[in-house]
Every structure is written in structure tokens, then in C-alpha cells.
């Protein structure tokens, strides 16, 4: 079995629809596991029944007994994150400020702040509209600890591959460099990169490739929309060779691509020219992810 990871350096260079029209290549093939957790999206164009849902604690908050409260102030007066503010003489803790720091709870005299374990988000586990499994989740509004999460639908998918005993394991990252890629990257085989022509992509295809060299994983990219600056293309080519990542494919802007997106589907359901493509692109991934 074999994990491949989509990254992208930056939002919006078309890293989720580009998994998800993987993950239809694949079919039976491959668990489908959705990291980007902070935003997740891919559920737009899988088109997953929710079947299985679990929540996912994370962390400590801060909870005041009314009854035992005698008002006193003084969680108010040490808390450095402001999350417990007095309205109407009554102390009460912001659960959006709150840093589960424990320290009002040590300091209060009459113990009358508890902390309690701090609902983070959703976990899912869903049949996606072509009978694949699909691991997923949603962060909480303001919740923290999105790696752990991530962490969570990466043991929750490998547990289902491994139970379905499935080929293939086709992970969404989150864009960026942060704490949800680092935990998308563990146990990876193989990371797929997709990025664009542009200043900003390859400034940042270069800052997440950073992170992946510090794992070993032998690497791959997509340059999506590639026509829209050729100047711009031959540098992220330049850069691949330079850094011994494989080309796996060019592709050239079409509308059909958001038009196919307008529908909930991938451009691999559609007549589009850039199918192809995209099949070509997923038997080369298939071939680089299974060398040793």
C-alpha cells in the first residue's frame, strides 16, 4: 500500500480538484483522506454521504462554576489571553479566547474553575459518490490543533486501507508550510505538488519543498494553468531539476476545469481534453510512488 500526498505551497493553484480527480482515477483502488481540515472542500466534488461521524476533543477549556464563583477576579486579573472578562459582576470564560493554559484553574481559591476536554471538530468516515471511502473531518470555528486532526484522518484512512485492504491511500494536504502539512507528511510515499506559474507559486512551491526534503519523500509536480506565464513555467522547470523532482505534468488553463467544479465534478467526468491528461498524470504517479 501506498500513501500519496497532494501539497500545494499557496491556496488556490488547484490542489483539490486535482486530488479529487485522482481519487476518481482510482476508484476501489484508494482510501480518500481529506487533511486540509482548516477548509475542507474536497466533500464539494466526491460528493460523500457523511455516514460515520465522531467528534474529536483537542485540548483543555476553562469552565466556571457559577455556584461556587465568589467573584473575586482574580482568574480575570492573571489570564494574559483576556477570555474571562466580568459582565454584570459575573465572571465567565470567552471560549474563543481561551488558551486551555490551566492557569486560572490553579490560581483560583475556591476551585471553582474546572478544566474540561475541548470538543475540536468532526471526524467522518463517508462513501464518496463512486464507492470509494472517504476519511474527512471539520475543524470547529476558531478551534486549534488542526495537526492532531490531521492526525486523526490520517490513522483513521490507514486503518481503512489496510482493513479494505486497498492499493492506494490519496491524501488532500492543507496549503502552506504549517503544522497540518508537517502531520500530513508523516507516513507518506510519495508527495505530489501542484502549483502555478506565478511569483507567489513558485516562491511558495519552494518554501513547502523546504519541509519535504527534511522527510526524504521522493516528490513530484503538476504546474497547473502553466500557459498562463511561460517565463514563469521554465523557472519552476528549472527549479525541478535543479532539485531532482520529478515533471509529471503541464497543464494549460481551460474554463472547462471551473465549469466542470459548477457541476460537482472533476474534470475527469467530463469530455474535457485535459481527462487525458490527468489519466497520464495519475498512471505516472502510480509508476514513481511504487519505485523503491
Not at 500526498?5 to 488556490?12: D, E
Not at 492557569?103 to 464507492?131: F, Q, W
Not at 501542484?194 to 512551491?205: I, Q
Request: hydrophobic fraction near 35%; aromatic fraction near 6%; charge should be neutral.
Amino acid at each position: 500500500m501506498k500513501e500519496i500526498v497532494v501539497l500545494s505551497g499557496k491556496g488556490g493553484t488547484g490542489k483539490t480538484s486535482i486530488t479529487a480527480a485522482l481519487a476518481v482515477l482510482a476508484g476501489s483502488e484508494a482510501v480518500v483522506a481529506d487533511c486540509d481540515v482548516d477548509a475542507a472542500n474536497m466533500h464539494l466534488l466526491m460528493q460523500p454521504d457523511f455516514a460515520q461521524s465522531s467528534e474529536f476533543y483537542s485540548g483543555e477549556l476553562a469552565v466556571i462554576n457559577q455556584d461556587i464563583c465568589t467573584k473575586c477576579g482574580l482568574c480575570s486579573n492573571v489570564c494574559r489571553f483576556d477570555a474571562i472578562p466580568s459582565h454584570n459582576n459575573k465572571y465567565e470564560v470567552n471560549p474563543l479566547a481561551c488558551e486551555g493554559c490551566a492557569y486560572c484553574h490553579k490560581v483560583c481559591p475556591v476551585n471553582a474553575i474546572e478544566m474540561l476536554d475541548r470538543k475540536s471538530g468532526n471526524l467522518y468516515i463517508s462513501t464518496t459518490k463512486g464507492n470509494s471511502t472517504m476519511v474527512h473531518a471539520k475543524l470547529d470555528i476558531g478551534s486549534e490543533n488542526s495537526g492532531k486532526l490531521v492526525a486523526k484522518v490520517k490513522s483513521e484512512a490507514l486503518h481503512q486501507a489496510k482493513k479494505q485492504e486497498k492499493e492506494y491511500i490519496i491524501v488532500d494536504g492543507s496549503p502552506g508550510i504549517g503544522c497540518p502539512v508537517v502531520s500530513s507528511l508523516s507516513g507518506a510515499n510519495y508527495v505530489l505538488l501542484v502549483t502555478e506559474p506565478t511569483v507567489s507559486g513558485l516562491h511558495d512551491l519552494e518554501r513547502v519543498y523546504s519541509v519535504i526534503k527534511r522527510f526524504r519523500i521522493k516528490t513530484g509536480c503538476i504546474i497547473n494553468k502553466f500557459d498562463i506565464n511561460p517565463t514563469k513555467s521554465k523557472e519552476i522547470l528549472n527549479f525541478l531539476k535543479r532539485e531532482n523532482i520529478g515533471h509529471i505534468a503541464s497543464i494549460p488553463y481551460d474554463t472547462t476545469f471551473t465549469e466542470a467544479m459548477t457541476q460537482a465534478k472533476t474534470i475527469v467526468e467530463t469530455s474535457s481534453p485535459l481527462s487525458q491528461m490527468l489519466i497520464n498524470a495519475w498512471n505516472k504517479i502510480k509508476e514513481e510512488a511504487t519505485k523503491n
